[in-house]
């Protein structure tokens, strides 16, 4: 099987396809950095919408999350943005903890996998 790689860079690419998976990097608000929670979060999952799109698959396909919060009493806000944004009936399996981002801009970080089919 061959790797794709998507938006690659000298450190990390963006997303990596592996035969009918697609695996993104831990994405963070790049267009909303300091601003709050759902903010953040929404901004985030813009950015997933766009690499599972330019990936070939959607969020209707999420497979597994992983999210990151600075603060872990920010859960119920982020949530909100996050529920509005999941596929209905679509869910993946996910977890969600609290630890130091990269800078203190940063409040959320999200990892998905995703089916391509």
Known sequence: ???????PGPRMSQAVIHG????????????APGKSVTEQTKDI???IDALLTEAG??????????IWLSDI????EMNAAWDAWVAP???????????KLATPDYTVEIMVTAALD
């Not at 969020?59 to 992983?66: A, D, P, Y």
């Not at 009493?73 to 119920?76: D, E, K």
């Open 45 to 47: 999952l813009t950015r």
């Open 89 to 99: 009936g679509n869910a993946p399996a996910r977890a969600t903890v609290e630890s």
């Open 73 to 76: 009493s920010t859960f119920a």
């Open 57 to 66: 698959t959607d969020k209707s396909k999420l497979i597994t999350t992983n």
């Open 20 to 31: 009918n998976v697609v695996y993104l990097a831990g994405q963070v608000a790049a267009g």
């Open 1 to 7: 099987m061959t790797i794709r790689r998507i938006q």
